[in-house]
């Protein structure tokens, strides 16, 4: 018994590290989101003025690429990078909490399924790559990860309550 509530504990104290992180990524996502929208903004104001000089920019990086590009189309392409990093760390850090949510899955869930929550965030990250769907994503492995919480008789309340609303997620998602 004692063996079992220490499981218990171990099991609840991985679940609030995975909700306090996601929560951080999350407040982060939403973070860069809004940083991104601006920046694409701008961005998109630099492209016009890019197009205008196409060949002055071309010309500039043929004669230099380790020179780090010179005048405002130079400038407009490391706008660019700079967002793609930002992006990038982003879906970094989606692959984080997904693997450490696999993990945890993986101490308490049953292989079958752990296999169909997989391919249900896999099928989101690949029919939707756009930044809504990875805070959807979030929210399907941390609703995920406290399903997989082995249910007693005396807790079925909270079990239908979070089967309801994985059945909610599920046919949000569904695609005829």
Sequence with gaps: MVMVMMMVMVVMMMMMMVVVVVVVMMMMVMMMIMVDDDDDDDDDDDHDDDDDDDDGDDDDDDDGDG???????????K???????????????????????????????KPMVLM??????????????????????????????????PCHPEEKKRCDTICSMRRAIVTLFKVD
């Excluded at 020179?67 to 392409?77: C, Y």
């Excluded at 169909?116 to 492995?141: C, D, G, N, W, Y």
């Design 79 to 109: 706008a660019d990078d700079a967002n793609d990093k930002m992006m990038l760390m982003v879906i970094m850090m989606m692959m984080m909490v997904v693997v450490m949510v696999v993990m945890v899955m993986m101490v308490v869930a």
């Design 116 to 149: 169909t929550r997989m391919m249900l965030m896999v099928f989101m990250m690949t029919q939707a790559p756009s930044k809504e769907p990875m805070i959807a994503i979030m929210v399907i492995s941390v609703i995920s990860a406290a399903v997989t919480l």
């Design 67 to 77: 020179g780090g590009g010179g005048g405002d189309g130079g400038g407009g392409f």
